[in-house]
C-alpha cells in the first residue's frame, strides 16, 4: 500500500473511532468493553480496506462490525444484546459525549502512559501495534498497560463523566498534556518518518477535535495553536541529508506562511479571552520567531516579556534555559551566561543546557571551555539528530 | 461506591504536630472533627491507629509464622488511620479527600 493510501486509511479511521466508541460507550456503559469492540472494528478495518477498498460508509462499516462483535461475544449481558439490536446507525453522538471519553481516558488516577495508549486506542483509533511502534515499546507492553488501566477505570470506580466546573481547569491540564507529549514524541522522533505513525499529526487533530468541542477554552486554542505554528515551520527542519537545521539557518522560504497566519489568527483570538496560559505564551514566544522573515528580524525583547510572563505562570528551569537563549540576543552573551551560571546546580545533566553554553563561551572568546560543553551536551544526548549536530560543531570548529 | 481513605503520616508532620502548643493541636484536631462532621452522610466508619510502635506483623509465607515487632514495611511514612466511605465513584471520593486538613497522604482503595 502507498504511502498516502495508508495516511488515508489512518485518517478516515480516526475520523470515526472516537464517535464508534462513544456509541458503544452509551450501550454497554462499559468503558472497557467499548474500547475493546473499537479496536476489534478497528482491526478488521485495517484487514479488509486495504485490499477491498475504503467503503462508501466507513462510520457504518466499522459501527456493523462493532455490533456483530459484540452480539456474538457478550455471553452474560442479555441487556446489552437487546440494546445493541435496536441501535441502527448513524447514532447521533452529542459533545459531551466525546468529551467525556477524552476526559475518562485521561483521568488523573490513570499512570501517564496508559492516559496517552488509551487516548490513541480510543479516541484516534490507532491499534496497539500502531502505539508500540511509535513509542519503540513491544506490543505486549502496551497491551498490558491498556488491559491494566481499563481494569482500574472499572475496579476503582472512574466515572465517565465530564469534570465539574470546579475541577474542570484541573483536568484539563492533563488532556493537553496527553496531547502536548504526543505531539513532542512525534516532532522530535527522527526515525524514519514513514516507518512510524505521525504521532505530531495526531497530536494537531486531537487538539484540534477539544477546540471544537470547547471553543471558549483558550488553553486549548493555545496548544492548537502551538502545534500548527511548529508543523508549518517542519519542512525546515532538516536539510537534505536528513540532519537537523538550526532555527538561524533554516530556510524560511520553506515555511508555510499561510499556515502560520492561520495559527497566529487562532491565537489572537484565544487571547481575546483575556486568560493567558502557559500554551497561549508559548505559542506567541514561537509566533514570534515564525513571523520574523529573516532571523535578523526577530523581536528578541518581545520573546524575553514572554518567557517572564511563563515563568511567572509555570516556573521552570528549562524554561529559564531557553529565557536566556532569548537575553542573549536582546542583551549579549555576558547576561545570558550569568543566568546560565544561576542554572548549573539543576540543569547541570541536561544536554541543552552544554550547548547552550558552548554557544555563549564561543561568542565570549573562549573556544577551549565550549569545546569542553559541547563534548559534555553529546555525552547527555541519545537524540540521533542532536547528536550530529554537536558533532559537527565539534568537528567544524 | 465503597472505598477505604488510609491516612498516612510523615515524619514531618509528626514533627509539626509535636511542635504545636496545645491550642494550635486543639484547633488541627478541630478542623478534622470539622471535615468529618461535613462529609458525615458518606462516612461508614473508620478508626484512628495506634502509633506504629505498637504494631506487631506476622508473617505466614515462612513455614512457620514469624513474629516481629513493629509495622509490616518500615518507613517514614505510616498509615494512621482509615475511613471507610460510599460514594458514587472515584471523582466524589478524590473531591472529598482533596480538602482533607489531617496528615498529608491519602491513599484511596476501593473496598471489594
Redesign the interface.
Known amino acids: 500500500m502507498s504511502d498516502a493510501a495508508r495516511d488515508q486509511l489512518a485518517r478516515v479511521v480516526r475520523q470515526h473511532a472516537g464517535q464508534l466508541a462513544v456509541a458503544l460507550m452509551r450501550v454497554t456503559g462499559d468503558f472497557a468493553t467499548a474500547e475493546d469492540l473499537v479496536q476489534d472494528a478497528v482491526l478488521a478495518a485495517l484487514q479488509h480496506w486495504p485490499a477491498e477498498g475504503i467503503p462508501e460508509r466507513p462510520d457504518a462499516w466499522l459501527f456493523t462490525v462493532a455490533r456483530r462483535r459484540a452480539l456474538d461475544g457478550l455471553r452474560r449481558a442479555d441487556n446489552y444484546r437487546a440494546k445493541l439490536a435496536q441501535l441502527q446507525w448513524p447514532v447521533q453522538t452529542d459533545d459531551d459525549e466525546r468529551l467525556r471519553l477524552i476526559f475518562t481516558c485521561c ?1 488523573p ?1 490513570l499512570p501517564r502512559e496508559a492516559q496517552i495508549a488509551l487516548t490513541l486506542r480510543v479516541v484516534c483509533g490507532l491499534t496497539t501495534a500502531q502505539i508500540g511502534r511509535a513509542f519503540l515499546v513491544h506490543e505486549t507492553a502496551i497491551a498490558r498497560r491498556i488491559t491494566r488501566a481499563k481494569r482500574k477505570i472499572t ?5 465517565y ?1 465530564v ?1 465539574d466546573h470546579d ?1 474542570l481547569a484541573a483536568r484539563l491540564t492533563e488532556v493537553l498534556t496527553v496531547i502536548y507529549l504526543l505531539f513532542n514524541e512525534g516532532y522530535l522522533a527522527t526515525t524514519d518518518p514513514p516507518a512510524s505513525r505521525d504521532l505530531a499529526e495526531d497530536a494537531e487533530w486531537l487538539a484540534s477535535l477539544l477546540d471544537q468541542l470547547m471553543p471558549t477554552e483558550p488553553e486549548v486554542a493555545g496548544l492548537l495553536a502551538l502545534i500548527r505554528l511548529h508543523r508549518a515551520r517542519a519542512a525546515a527542519r532538516f536539510g537534505p541529508d536528513g540532519g537537523l537545521v538550526l532555527l538561524r539557518d533554516q530556510d524560511r522560504t520553506r515555511w508555510d506562511r499561510e499556515a502560520i497566519a492561520d495559527a497566529v489568527r487562532l491565537l489572537t483570538r484565544a487571547a481575546r479571552r483575556q486568560r493567558p496560559g502557559p500554551y497561549q505564551l508559548q505559542a506567541a514566544i514561537v509566533a514570534c520567531h515564525a513571523e520574523a522573515e529573516r532571523f535578523a528580524d526577530t523581536d528578541w525583547e518581545q520573546i524575553v516579556l514572554l518567557y517572564d510572563m511563563l515563568l511567572h505562570l509555570a516556573p521552570s528551569p528549562v524554561t529559564r534555559l531557553h529565557r536566556a537563549i532569548a537575553v542573549r540576543y536582546a542583551t549579549g552573551a555576558q547576561a545570558a551566561m550569568a543566568e546560565l551560571d544561576d542554572l548549573a546546580d539543576v540543569l547541570g545533566e541536561y544536554h541543552l543546557y552544554h550547548a547552550t553554553r558552548a554557544e555563549l563561551l564561543r561568542e565570549l572568546g573562549q573556544p577551549g571551555q565550549a569545546r569542553a560543553a559541547d563534548r559534555r551536551a553529546l555525552n547527555l544526548t541519545t537524540n540521533p539528530a542532536e547528536q550530529a549536530v554537536l558533532q559537527q560543531r565539534l568537528a567544524w570548529i | 461506591m465503597k472505598y477505604v481513605l488510609l491516612f498516612v503520616e510523615t515524619e514531618d508532620f509528626a514533627r509539626d504536630l509535636e511542635a504545636m502548643d496545645q491550642a494550635e493541636r486543639d484547633r488541627a484536631y478541630q478542623r478534622v472533627v470539622e471535615w468529618m462532621a461535613t462529609h458525615a452522610g458518606k462516612i461508614r466508619g473508620g478508626n484512628k491507629l495506634q502509633s506504629p510502635e505498637t504494631a506487631t506483623t506476622v508473617r505466614l509465607d515462612r513455614g512457620e509464622p514469624v513474629i516481629t515487632d513493629g509495622p509490616f514495611v518500615e518507613g517514614k511514612e505510616v498509615v494512621s488511620g482509615y475511613t471507610e466511605i460510599e460514594v458514587a465513584d472515584l471523582d466524589e471520593a478524590l473531591r472529598m479527600v482533596k480538602t482533607w486538613p489531617g496528615c498529608p497522604i491519602v491513599e484511596v482503595r476501593p473496598l471489594e
Open positions: 483521568h488516577a475496579d476503582a470506580g472512574i466515572p463523566r469534570p475541577e
